[in-house]
């Protein structure tokens, strides 16, 4: 069964501070990796996704890396801003389809 | 990219009342739909997987008694809270998987659904 864990659970950094926030899966056999931002009262908005077959994907001062081999995955955050405090998810995927969710960490940029 | 939506966004109701949620892929056929539910504070829990013309699969601990799934459609799946209690209030979202996207089986996700059982 595979089992997502992120890493820290919270974090407040302050503005303009880079910063990285990790996932770890159990079951390295995954279609493909997707964070997703949350924020509260919210649904969810896809941030990146990662194919098995990739190592990263960037989307501005976004950047999230895949390491299929040690179960691994990080989220780049360059040059926070107030605006990117949310809770980020990350979800694995085997080729079967059903995602498994991290419990999240919950991010606070300080203006 | 292609949209998923939820109807309705938010929905209060009375206990013993049954709620329908409706799932839509609005610019691309899923044969196949997730149902997640979240509590507060919690990731999403997977509660069923929806094909389009057979019966919902659902996870263990779900009871597929209250939570009734239908997916009539390539393009509907609808989740009914049947009899619903305060505890059962929680953030609903779906998912679903674009049929015409091969290789990629992307699936992509409604903006969720609160629903408040008084």
């Known amino acids: 069964k595979q089992e997502v864990t992120q890493i820290p659970a919270a974090l407040s950094v302050p503005e303009g501070e880079n910063l990285v926030l990790n996932c770890s899966f159990t079951?390295?056999?995954?279609?493909?990796l997707q964070w997703f931002r949350q924020d509260p009262g919210k649904g969810l908005t896809s941030l990146l996704l990662?194919?098995?077959?990739?190592r990263e994907q960037t989307s501005g001062r976004l950047n999230a890396s895949l390491d299929k081999s040690s179960g691994r995955s990080t989220l780049y955050i360059a040059a926070s801003q107030p605006g990117d405090s949310a809770t980020y998810l990350c979800?694995?995927?085997?080729?079967?389809?059903?995602?498994?969710f991290g419990d999240g960490t919950t991010l606070t940029v300080k203006p | 990219g292609a949209v998923v939506s939820q109807h309705p966004s938010r929905v209060i109701c009375k206990s013993g009342t049954s709620v329908k949620i409706e799932c839509r892929s609005l610019?691309?056929?899923?044969?196949?739909m997730f149902w997640y539910r979240q509590f507060p504070k919690q990731s999403l829990m997977l509660m069923a997987t929806?094909?389009?013309?057979?019966?919902?699969?659902?996870e263990q601990g779900v009871e597929k008694d209250k939570f009734l799934i239908n997916h009539a459609s390539l393009t509907l799946s609808t989740l009914t809270v049947t009899s619903a209690h305060p505890e059962d209030s929680s953030f609903y979202i779906c998912?679903?998987?674009?049929?015409?996207?091969?290789?990629?089986?992307?699936?992509?996700f409604g903006p969720g659904t609160r629903l408040l059982v008084l």
């Open positions: 998912s679903a998987r674009d049929r015409a996207s091969g290789g990629q089986e992307t699936q992509y």
């Open positions: 079951d390295s056999a995954i279609y493909n």
């Open positions: 990662i194919q098995s077959s990739q």
């Open positions: 979800a694995v995927r085997p080729g079967g389809g059903k995602s498994t």
């Open positions: 610019d691309f056929q899923a044969t196949t």
């Open positions: 929806s094909n389009e013309g057979s019966k919902a699969t659902y």
